[in-house]
């Protein structure tokens, strides 16, 4: 059941992603946009990571399989962001991947730490990097 509801909002959140390619806005724009539903979707840091329903037992596969699809995409929209500011693609796909560890990492350590800032420092900090490759 809780594998159930969790999955249903992270494909709402997923489908937040499409705005990042869309070429309307500017790239820092977009960006900004993106981190806001993070901070919406995860409540500034106290949902859930990938690791903690990683670990639901026998809805486990399915559940993986669905993540990486949303993963994939996730990605793919940061990677055409990070090539749109001026990254090569082989950088914006290594600078996609480090912000998708990062967004994991920082609610991991967030969840050990009981410091409710961890997130949102990371996110602060993922912007500042973002917009100094432009």
Known sequence: MYGHSWLTAQQNVTSDIAPLLVRQDTP??????????????????????LLNV???????????ALLKKDYDAWCKALCTLGQ??????KEAEVQAEHFLVTVQGGLVIQRLTD????????????????????
Do not use: W
Not at 28 to 40: D, G, P, Y
Not at 84 to 89: I, K, N, S, T, V
Not at 120 to 134: D, P, V
């Open 54 to 64: 990683l670990s639901l037992g026998k809805e486990r596969d399915e559940i993986k």
């Open 115 to 134: 410091n409710p800032l961890t997130f949102e420092n990371c996110m602060a900090y993922e912007q500042e990097q973002f917009f100094q490759i432009l």
């Open 84 to 89: 749109e500011a001026g990254l090569q693609p």
């Open 28 to 49: 820092e724009k977009r960006f900004s946009n993106m981190l806001v539903t993070l901070k919406a979707f995860y409540c500034a840091g106290q949902k859930n990571c």
